[in-house]
């Protein structure tokens, strides 16, 4: 029995457990459901709540969302789904508290997502992927987003914010010349006679996208690099729901949240793909998760009636905060009801999005490539910034750095050099 004065040990699975508890009453309840009626058999999901992670200055939790629209065959959407949550974890290092480990997502996803399609690519399989992937970490939401499906919020006072990218060439203009700088072509199906119908479309290939994970047989320049966005919600939560473009083909992001307004997630996400076929009719695969994001002290109650739209392009969506700061998690009082901004990007260059432009001196090893995290020797590897108007200036520790092969994928996806083979596929 140990003296009055003797300090008594607490087991680390005590420790762990008391502050999982403690975690439980700062973070969200978060409550999901997802509903699909299949026409293909090419979309899947992925579910994952309470993931734990147990690094850095204690425990944490987090969720993982994912929506895979596959095209040309289901292949592409199923090896993301199975490996692109452990190539985004892989990407951030071990020795990260939960702010900066937060602060780390939108630079992981970016690598996760490369890494997942030049892995699927060197598979030799021609389909392809759209990609909704979201990840919550207490109340902040970071979304990344390859393609046409979409992920939209609406928060306890009614507004809706749309924290994702729509990759269609017939609604984006940069993406178009993006793809015609990199040696691609965009154009409608020309019938012949010089009739044209149906959307634009890349050629050679015919893919109605300019990014996707896969697609090897269309051309690098359509590229995995997610357009990401990461907000801080207020303590009164929200909603929020993920769809494929089966869902947004038929549905404006007013009607889908009105016609489930006051549901439970399952009986919402059932709803929305209902009045999205009645619509329409089932003419693609077409899948919904909704995801409420509600206080732990209180119970779930249906939404209050909508207020107007924010309205604008995605920078002025959301509350910009007052300063930069060194921290992406804001620990001051927050405006009630207030969605904050912490992040976006959506450049197709690597040179940009893995760029040491962050809070963090770790957040890459010097001799680690920062895409495939393979191991390298001291001067093997190649500056992200090799070939840009920054490279006269590197010296030999100004990283980050890739390997040959990330190296490869990231000129041909910038066209600085000439891809694989092409055949035509079939486009989404």
């Known amino acids: 029995m140990s003296s009055k004065g003797e300090h008594q040990t607490v087991p680390l699975s005590l420790l762990l457990k008391r502050e999982l508890a403690n975690e439980k009453i700062e973070n969200p309840e978060i409550v999901h459901g997802q509903a699909s009626q299949s026409k293909k058999g090419e979309d899947f999901t992925l579910l994952k709540t309470e993931c734990q992670r147990a690094l850095g200055d204690g425990v944490t939790t987090f969720s993982v969302f994912g929506l895979f629209d596959g095209h040309n065959g289901s292949a592409a ?63 902040v939401i970071t979304v990344a987003s390859v393609g046409d499906s979409r992920c939209i919020f609406e928060s306890a006072e009614g507004g809706i914010y749309y924290l994702s990218a729509d990759h269609r060439l017939e609604c984006n203009e940069e993406e178009r010349e993006r793809i015609t700088a990199s040696g691609g072509e965009v154009g409608r199906l020309n019938t012949g006679g010089g009739t044209e119908i149906g959307p634009l479309r890349c050629w050679p290939g015919g893919l109605c996208l300019s990014r ?20 801080k919600l207020s303590t009164a939560g929200g909603r929020m729901i993920i769809s494929s473009d089966g869902v947004w083909d038929a549905l404006s992001a007013e009607v889908a949240l009105d016609c489930c307004r006051g ?32 206080p732990q002290e209180k119970p779930a109650a249906p939404l209050p009636p909508p207020k107007k739209p924010v309205k604008g392009m995605f920078k002025a969506m959301f509350r910009k905060k007052a300063s930069e700061s060194s921290s992406y ?12 901004e912490l992040f976006e990007e959506g450049s197709a260059m690597l040179s940009e999005r893995l ?74």
């Open 329 to 340: 998690v804001d620990k001051e009082y927050m405006e009630p009801y207030v969605v904050e």
């Open 212 to 231: 996707s994970i896969g697609d090897m047989d269309v051309g690098e320049f359509i590229v995995p690099v997610p357009y990401v966005k990461q907000v």
């Open 263 to 294: 549901m439970p997630p399952d009986a919402a996400a059932a709803q929305i793909v209902k009045e999205a076929v009645q619509s329409k009719g089932l003419r693609d695969d077409t899948t919904c998760i909704v995801v409420d994001i509600l």
């Open 355 to 428: 760029d040491t432009k962050y809070p963090l001196c770790n957040m890459f090893k010097l001799f680690t490539c920062a895409v495939c995290q393979l191991e390298m020797k001291p001067r093997e590897g190649i500056s992200i910034h090799a070939g840009t108007s920054n490279s006269v200036k590197l010296r030999p520790w100004d990283g980050p750095f890739l390997c040959s092969s990330c190296q490869e994928k990231k000129e041909a996806m910038e066209g600085k050099r000439l891809s694989g083979d092409r055949h035509s596929s079939e486009s989404d």
């Open 77 to 139: 959407a199923i090896y993301t789904k199975e490996n692109l949550l452990n190539n985004v974890l892989n990407a951030i290092p071990t020795d990260l508290n939960r702010d900066e480990w937060v602060a780390a997502l939108p630079r992981a996803l970016v690598a996760g997502f490369v890494k997942t399609d030049k892995d699927f690519q060197e598979r030799a399989q021609t389909s392809g992927t759209t990609v909704t992937f979201v990840i919550i970490e207490g109340w």
